[in-house]
């Protein structure tokens, strides 16, 4: 990723004193050591029985809105997602508060897992995985910083019409028999720009972010 000089409107000042470059992503690498970690004891144990989210078992089971965004199908499906957390989690978190960060992993996570259950509420097919949480995070993103470049199948493109380009796929994928919960990462995309939006709010005045 890479910054790229704009308007007012592209650019969203931190809301902290100091350099990105003088902060380090330790929410985001805590989250991914815990997604590993949750992984290797799942092959071990076969906790995800447990931890899984399941539409139909949500009333008796409702942690596992909160757990399933750390379980993982597979060593292909876990190297992926922390792929992604790593390189959107460590720009983003380097730039907005802890709380805020951690706000929108969460509830893009969970209320993915709702958006899950709203669409399919007795459904007996466990979801696992932190996508829906790294969507919120890459659609905040998109909101707070609209002209950061991203390069999606080696092609750079603005983050704002990256996350356009993601919406369209999985709202397409919905309607596409498949093994993916295309609900969940539209739902942690739509949180992350409402967050994002509501973010900019509050700041009087949008400004230039400065040169890297």
């Known amino acids: 990723m890479a910054d790229r000089t704009s308007s007012d409107f592209f650019y969203y000042r931190p809301m902290f004193s100091g350099r990105p470059e003088q902060r380090k992503p330790v929410l985001t690498f805590a989250l991914i050591a815990v997604c590993a970690v949750a992984f290797l004891i799942d092959v071990v144990f076969s906790i995800s029985d447990f931890l899984a989210f399941t539409p139909a078992t ?21 190297f992926f997602n922390m792929f992604a957390l790593f390189i959107f989690g460590t720009y983003l978190e380097t730039r907005v508060k802890p709380d805020q960060f951690l706000t929108v992993f969460f509830i893009a996570g969970i209320l993915g897992n709702v958006a899950y259950w709203a669409t399919d509420p007795l459904g007996t097919i466990p979801a696992v995985g932190a996508s829906g949480a790294i969507y919120g995070i890459m659609g905040m993103l998109a ?16 983050m704002v019409f990256a996350a356009v380009l993601w919406f369209v796929l999985e709202f397409v994928g919905f309607f596409t028999p498949s093994d993916i919960a295309h609900q969940a990462h539209i739902a942690g995309l739509a949180i992350g720009v409402l967050y994002g939006l509501y973010l900019r709010r509050q700041r009087k005045k949008p400004a230039y972010f400065w040169e890297r």
């Open 58 to 78: 949500v009333a008796s089971q409702p942690w596992t809105l909160v757990t399933a965004v750390f379980m993982h199908a597979g060593i292909e499906h876990l």
């Open 143 to 158: 909101a707070l910083y609209p002209g950061l470049t991203v390069y999606v199948v080696f092609v750079p493109m603005p």
